[in-house]
């Protein structure tokens, strides 16, 4: 079955980068557009960015556009949600999900916490 | 950013009654495929959202028949004919036709 599992999250400062990884397995992965979105504590999910299979198609939410780069190994089946310039408002749980249009799989999430 | 809005956003319920949730959108959701990609999520405390319905009616595997969305345009319904207990959570409306795809503000449903 389906699996998607996060990784790489933690206590950063403000200013610091983290890389999250997500393992898939249970589908042909390089078949299929990718995202990752996030939940702030207390607050709904938000996509942050989406990648298509070859990872020739990528787009970005202006929240994050210009500090995150998503990016993916289809030989090793991971994606990878690089974070740079991190702020106290980029706090939450971070997800991976596809389809991306209609989300049916999630992870169970990695927490990022950005604090002094 | 299309708008998702929600209402109620907090829904007392006797176990046993129905229940609804509204959901609003500020743009149409048709896409060009003639799709309306319009989906319901459920999450429970301490879980990842877990999709109940996705292109505005059709319910996942293993959801039960009690839940039900409906609508079209720009306003849509997800309905629980008889609310149980498992049913407590926040649900929320998901549009995956304009980027970047957006949720609603999300509806807190509690047993009374």
């Known amino acids: 079955q389906v699996q998607l599992v996060e990784s790489g999250g933690g206590l950063v400062k403000p200013g610091g980068s983290l890389r999250l990884s997500c393992a898939a397995s249970?589908?042909?992965?390089?078949?299929?557009?990718m995202s990752w979105v996030r939940q702030a504590p207390g607050m709904g999910p938000e996509y942050l960015a989406y990648?298509?299979?070859?990872?020739?198609?990528?787009e970005y939410a202006d929240s994050v556009r210009g500090r995150f780069t998503i990016s993916r190994d289809n030989a090793r089946n991971l994606l990878y949600l690089q974070m740079n310039s991190l702020r106290v408002e980029d706090t939450g749980v971070y997800y991976c999900?596809?389809?991306?249009?209609?989300?049916?799989?999630w992870g169970p999430g990695t927490l990022v916490t950005v604090s002094s | 950013d299309v708008v998702m809005t929600q209402s109620p956003l907090s829904l007392p319920v006797t176990l046993g009654q129905p229940a609804s949730i509204s959901c609003r959108s500020s743009?149409?959701?048709?896409?060009?495929?003639?799709?309306?990609?319009l989906n319901w999520f459920q999450q429970r405390p301490g879980q990842s959202p877990r999709r109940l319905i996705d292109?505005?009616?059709n319910r996942d595997s293993g959801v039960p028949d009690r839940f039900s969305g409906s609508g079209s345009g720009t306003d849509f319904t997800l309905k629980i004919s008889r609310v149980e207990a498992e049913d407590v959570g926040i649900y929320y409306c998901?549009?995956?036709?304009?980027?970047?795809?957006?949720f609603g503000q999300g509806t807190k449903v509690e047993i009374k």
């Open positions: 990648i298509s299979g070859s990872g020739n198609h990528i």
């Open positions: 999900v596809y389809p991306t249009r209609e989300p049916e799989n």
């Open positions: 998901m549009q995956g036709r304009h980027w970047p795809w957006t």
């Open positions: 743009q149409s959701l048709v896409y060009s495929d003639g799709n309306i990609y």
């Open positions: 292109k505005v009616s």
């Open positions: 249970g589908f042909t992965f390089s078949d299929w557009y």
